[in-house]
């Protein structure tokens, strides 16, 4: 059974910065790419960043390249997402999902809310 949990997000003020954390279970966590989405309410979920499972480029939305950062550490199943420059704009929930740049698993974690404040 597929298992993700995200941790990590909070209330901070604009300019401030928090890292994401996601762990992955349930699946072959080194084989697959992995992805960051974010949901605010009424609207569907938007890719973020996408790290592949090896070598290759990481992907970044716009509105966040330069400022955002995915990682992994496949010894811990753990995606990692290191956001600086929070503006009000980046307030979501974000959710971690398997797949570089597409959500691969249906089933989703209960995400972690990131409200930044002006």
């Known amino acids: 059974q597929v298992q993700l949990v995200e941790s990590g997000g909070g209330l901070v003020q604009v300019g401030s910065s928090l890292r994401l954390s996601c762990i992955g279970s349930g699946f072959s966590f080194s084989n697959y790419g992995m992805s960051w989405y974010r949901q605010v309410p009424g609207m569907g979920r938007l890719l973020v960043a996408g790290i592949p499972s090896g070598s290759g480029g990481k992907n970044y939305a716009d509105s966040v390249k330069g400022r955002f950062t995915i990682s992994r550490d496949n010894a811990k199943n753990t995606v990692y997402l290191q956001m600086n420059n929070l503006k009000p704009e980046d307030t979501a929930v974000y959710y971690c999902?398997?797949?570089?740049?597409?959500?691969?698993?249906?089933?989703w974690g209960q995400g972690t809310q990131v409200t930044v404040s002006s």
């Open positions: 999902n398997a797949g570089q740049a597409w959500p691969r698993y249906d089933s």
